[in-house]
Nanobody, 128 residues
Framework: QVQLVESGGGSGQSGGSLRLSCVAL????????MGWVRQAPGKEREGLAS???????KYADSAKERFTISQDNAKNTVYLQMNNVNLDDTAMYYC??????????????????????WGQGTQVTVSA
């Protein structure tokens, strides 16, 4: 089994930065893609960013200019650096992961429903 544990959420001010971390535990050798998904109140889950085993990244248009996904394979950890946050970034942020598939590899951007494993989520609240 795979367990994903997020940390780093919390409160921030508009225009500031936040960094989320996610460590993967358990049978991590099966994982090929890791990513970040968020869900704001009353909205569907939105794939933000993904990174594959070789460090290749994909972003949603909403994340492309301000968010950066990275990983430390030695630590089985993936990060999401969020810069210039705004009120619309208030949401629950989930770390997610899945194994390799051609469909996922060929996607233009991250899709929330592609991920097989999910963390418990970490809340990010941005204030003015």
């Amino acid at each position: 089994q795979v367990q994903l544990v997020e940390s780093g959420g919390g409160s921030g001010q508009s225009g500031g930065s936040l960094r989320l971390s996610c460590v993967a535990l358990g049978y991590t050798s099966s994982l090929y893609f890791m990513g970040w998904v968020r869900q704001a109140p009353g909205k569907e889950r939105e794939g933000l960013a993904s990174i594959d085993l070789y460090g290749r990244t994909k972003y949603a248009d909403s994340a492309k200019e301000r968010f950066t996904i990275s990983q430390d394979n030695a630590k089985n950890t993936v990060y999401l650096q969020m810069n210039n946050v705004n009120l619309d970034d208030t949401a629950m942020y989930y770390c997610a992961a899945t194994w390799y598939s051609t469909d996922v590899a060929n996607r233009r951007g991250p899709v929330a429903t592609d991920f097989r494993y999910w963390g418990q989520g970490t809340q990010v609240t941005v204030s003015a």
